[in-house]
């Protein structure tokens, strides 16, 4: 006898209405993706839960894989047995027992197949009671248990969970939309790309580089970024847009004082338009507020006036401890933190305006044309799609949940 199934619950998608089954499908095919790895599962999925059956495969590696799919409340690994009363007690010793220091237990069954002829609260009394006389020195703790058997009698078979753990939340990648992420190679964008997939969001990335003033190895870093958060989600296709003739021409025709602000204003501009050409909705931004001069509120405002698209910010109210905690966690941290500089850190002005005017950037603007400039640069966008690879396991993945 042996753990054969995991058992994944939906989260907020029990919600959904008539549109939850589309969120399922699209669960379960994000599921499968991630468990190419290993060729032997097969997964089905139901109106209220989904079965991953192993065939084999290792139960504590696919469950670690799949505490990375976002749409996923919580998971079990599970035995499944006929719904014969003996083969369920059988099944329930062996999930107390499968190798792991036990003291207290308690058993929790949910009969769903009204047919069987013993009804829950029986059925708890009944397993309780065959546990205790098949052991030694473990007792029942109905509050603070070592140990929870979960029960579940369905139509087709009785399902025995012995331990469960917390999922990724949030929605299935691929359910709410497109997004285009701006991504440096800092620490910020990254995890605002890793929160937009938990919200359901399919991400895009577009990256402003100007070599030779920005290196190759700050390029692989953003390449590292993009491929690391593949994990959470599906293939992530990056934009890589030389910057430099138009930044170069930005520090040359605006005060500098206002540079930066026109530098992010011409880089809005060009992600809408690159957005709109690969037919997405929206923008993401890594922006937390009050971090940098070009983050007031003021500059925000400022910048924000040059494209009427909604901007996603998912750090706006946190503070920098909050986001490297999550880049730790999701493992970007110690690439973001490479001592390769990108175009917004190797043109820096000494004094940048923290609360630049849009009546006053507008006339600074008005005097310079970046259009053709603009054109040319989007023009030679190189793309490159990253896809997902092996899972990642890293135990200190699970102290985000």
């Given amino acids: 006898m042996e753990f054969d199934h995991i058992l994944i619950r939906y989260g907020e998608m029990s919600l959904k209405g008539k549109n939850q089954k589309t969120f ?67 099944g329930s010793l062996y999930a107390l027992t499968d190798g792991h220091d036990v003291k207290t237990f308690k058993i929790t069954t949910k009969r769903t197949n009204k047919g069987f002829p013993v009804g829950s609260q029986e059925m708890n009394k009944v397993l309780g009671g065959h546990l205790l006389s098949n052991t030694d020195n473990i007792s029942v703790d109905v509050h603070n248990p070592d140990r929870e058997i979960r029960v579940e ?56 580089h100007s070599p030779p003033f920005t290196s190759e190895r700050a390029r692989q870093k953003v390449e590292d970024l993009a491929q690391t958060l593949t994990k959470f989600g599906n293939d992530i296709k990056v934009h890589y847009v030389p910057f430099t003739k138009l930044q170069q021409k930005i520090f040359k025709e605006i ?3 206002y540079a930066m602000t026109a530098m992010r204003r011409v880089m809005m501009k060009m992600s809408e338009q690159l957005a709109r050409r690969e037919e997405i909705l929206s923008l993401a931004t890594g922006e937390s507020l009050g971090q940098v001069a070009s983050q007031t509120m003021e500059s925000m405002n400022t910048i924000n006036e040059v494209t009427n698209y909604p901007v996603i910010r998912p750090l ?47 006339q600074f603007e008005s005097h310079v044309d970046f259009s053709k400039d603009m054109e040319d640069a989007l023009n030679q966008i190189e793309t490159v799609t990253y896809k997902p690879t092996v899972a990642e396991t890293k135990d200190d993945f699970e102290e985000l949940f």
């Fill in 24 to 90: 399922i499908q699209q669960l379960k095919k994000n599921v499968q993706n991630k468990l190419k790895e290993f060729p032997n599962t097969h997964v089905k999925q139901s109106r209220d839960r989904m079965y991953v059956r192993l065939n084999g495969e290792d139960h504590e590696k696919v469950l670690q894989a799949c505490q990375q799919v976002f749409g996923i409340q919580s998971l079990s690994i599970a035995l499944r047995v006929e719904n014969d009363l003996e083969k369920i007690k059988e």
């Fill in 153 to 208: 009698i369905r139509q087709d078979a009785t399902y025995i969970m012995s331990r469960t753990v917390l999922g990724a939340g949030g929605l299935p990648v691929g359910t709410t939309g497109k997004t285009l992420l701006l991504m440096s190679g800092g620490i910020d964008s990254p995890v605002a790309g890793y929160l937009a997939m938990k919200r359901g969001v399919q991400l895009e990335a577009i990256h402003f």
């Fill in 255 to 257: 005060p500098e004082n």
């Fill in 316 to 362: 706006v109210a946190m503070d920098k401890l909050e986001i490297i905690q999550i880049a730790e966690n999701i493992g970007t941290y110690d690439i973001s933190i490479r001592p390769y500089e990108d175009c917004c850190t190797v043109f820096v002005p000494r004094q940048p305006k923290t609360r630049p005017r849009r009546e006053k950037m507008n």
